[in-house]
């Protein structure tokens, strides 16, 4: 291929937002997951950190605790 200095060279790439910090997203790793390895790192120990423990109760769990209680 002959290049001329005048004429840019123009190519296409595959990428994508990722879905948590909408940052530019290129390798295999981040158009497959939809996020980077960092973020995808980081969701996960937040949804970890954020699951609720059997034995704890949750407003929503006691308010719905209470209406049936009132039914029966």
């Not at 940052?23 to 950190?49: P, Q, R, Y």
């Not at 699951?51 to 949750?58: A, E, H, P, V, Y």
């Not at 407003?59 to 009132?70: A, G, P, V």
Request: with cysteine.
């Amino acid at each position: 291929m002959v290049s001329n200095k005048d004429t840019p060279e123009i190519f296409e790439v595959k990428a994508t937002r990722c879905r948590r910090c909408g940052g530019i997203l290129l390798s295999k790793f981040g158009l497959e997951n939809g996020m980077g390895h960092v973020c995808k790192k980081k969701s996960e120990e937040e949804s970890v950190a954020h699951k609720i423990d059997d034995n704890q109760l949750t407003f929503y769990s006691m308010e719905n605790k209470e209406e049936n209680q009132n039914v029966t």
